[in-house]
């Protein structure tokens, strides 16, 4: 294979990694509140690269494969926490209400002041650990785990979602934070497959 040959892919490639080392530079600007331009100029990027990637002809070259599942990976992992942040925000009449151990603070009984019991301890954590299966997951070309860990988390969180606010903000959540892992990761593997 001569260097002319491969020059496409090596420039799309290139690109690719640039596109998606933009989309997170611009996930990790965190805050309490995810700027929503922010997220939305990211998300359009992902989109963008997912296009450019799934109707080019041409292969990014073995060199650049590591890198760019390592970069999409981190991607996937990263930037699902402010987007599930912010579309929970969008989802809640009065905003997220996060709890001191990472959970949700149910609404309080009618009457009794202050804030109800915290529900989904560590939803943080368990959001990065899934995205990280399920990215890995797409990458690697085994989509099926996604219906493992997903069923995994329903069955663990399962005494959890006695509350309608619960079982809304674990849907929601979930749907956000994975749908976010699922495009990159499919950048990822479309440009490496």
């Not at 290139?14 to 929503?36: E, H, S």
């Not at 992902?46 to 494969?65: D, E, G, K, Q, Y």
């Not at 309608?164 to 497959?193: D, H, K, N, Q």
Request: aromatic residues 4%.
């Amino acid at each position: 294979m001569q260097l002319a040959d491969s020059l496409p892919g090596v420039i799309l490639g290139a690109a690719l990694v640039l596109v998606m080392g933009a989309a997170l530079v611009l996930i990790l600007v965190r805050r309490d509140r995810p700027a929503t331009a922010a997220l939305l100029t990211a998300a359009i990027l992902i989109v963008l690269s997912l296009i450019a990637v799934a109707i080019a002809p041409w292969h990014v070259p073995l060199p650049l494969v590591a890198p760019l599942a390592v970069l999409g990976t981190a991607v996937a992992v990263l930037g699902g926490d402010p987007v599930a942040r912010r579309v929970l925000a969008i989802a809640s009449d009065d905003g997220v209400r996060e709890g001191p151990h990472g959970g949700i603070l149910l609404r309080a009984p009618a009457g009794t002041g202050g804030a109800g019991p915290e529900v989904m301890r560590g939803g943080v954590t368990i959001g990065y650990l899934e995205r990280v299966a399920a990215a890995l997951a797409l990458v690697v070309g085994y989509p099926e785990a996604i219906a493992v860990v997903v069923a995994v988390k329903g069955i663990a969180r399962f005494t959890e979602l006695g509350t309608p606010e619960a079982r809304e903000r674990f849907i929601i959540g979930t749907l956000a934070s994975l749908g976010w892992a699922c495009v990159a990761a499919a950048i990822v593997r479309l440009a490496i497959a």
